[in-house]
Nanobody, 116 residues
Framework: QVQLVESGGGVVQPGGSLRLSCAAS????????MSWYRQAPGKERELVAR????????NYADSVKGRFTISRDNAKNTVYLQMNSLKPEDTGAYYC?????????WGRGTQVTVSS
């Protein structure tokens, strides 16, 4: 059974940091490209960051470049998102995603709220 379980969300003040984790199981994690998406209330889900299967290629949304870092530990079947210098506009539900060929897996999300 495929599972992606996100954790690490919470409430943080502007300028603060959070580290999200996504634990994967039920598929061959290391061959999948892994991504973090987010969805703010009333908005469409958007790509935040992506890391290729070997970890060598990284992509970031322009809005998070220089503040967020995606990484993966294939030995632990886990992908991370380190979020620094958080802004109120980073508020939303953050989702973990794994893709390879026609397989497309999603987690249930973790809420991040940036507010003073």
């Amino acid at each position: 059974q495929v599972q992606l379980v996100e954790s690490g969300g919470g409430v943080v003040q502007p300028g603060g940091s959070l580290r999200l984790s996504c634990a994967a199981s039920g598929f061959t994690f290391w061959i999948y490209a892994m991504s973090w998406y987010r969805q703010a209330p009333g908005k469409e889900r958007e790509l935040v960051a992506r890391i290729r299967s070997a970890g060598g290629s990284l992509n970031y949304a322009d809005s998070v470049k220089g503040r967020f870092t995606i990484s993966r530990d294939n030995a632990k079947n886990t992908v991370y998102l380190q979020m620094n210098s958080l802004k109120p506009e980073d508020t939303g539900a953050y989702y973990c995603n794994g893709v390879r060929d026609s397989n497309n897996y999603w987690g249930r999300g973790t809420q991040v709220t940036v507010s003073s």
